[in-house]
């Protein structure tokens, strides 16, 4: 645990895995931004909805954040057939994405088609 999270994302090494998954959108959206800004991240996934992640998409994209820069966000996080909303059926859900990711698999695109498009437009 640190007091000062965000300030932590730049002594990370190049290549890092992160998982974003406080209680705290602010915090969220903090960290994002400082991830994404780092752009040497192996992997970045953060705890959400589709909701969430529609409402950190356009925040970042009013920032100046490209659609490319953004798209290194993965969220929602876990496997998408895995559809339990126990603590348990996530922690699996998740580490057998980033197991997935590790093994060099793509990541499944977890945003509807039209939303992708819509932002793709917008940007």
Do not use: W
């Not at 589709?50 to 993965?74: H, P, V």
């Not at 922690?91 to 590790?102: C, D, K, N, Q, R």
């Amino acid at each position: 645990m640190s007091d000062d999270p965000v300030g932590e994302i730049a002594q990370m090494p190049p290549n890092s895995y992160y998982l974003v998954m406080t209680h705290n959108h602010q915090l969220d959206f903090d960290l994002a931004k400082a991830i994404i800004k780092r752009g040497d991240s192996a992997y970045f996934g953060m705890i959400g909805s589709l909701t969430k992640r529609k409402k950190f998409d356009f925040r970042l994209a009013q920032r100046g954040f490209s659609q490319d820069e953004i798209n290194t966000m993965t969220c929602p996080i876990g496997i998408g057939a895995v559809t339990g909303k126990h603590p348990a059926e996530i922690a699996v859900s998740v580490a057998g994405e980033l197991i997935s990711h590790y093994q060099g698999n793509p990541i499944e695109q977890k945003r509807p088609a039209h939303s992708r498009q819509k932002l793709d437009q917008a940007g």
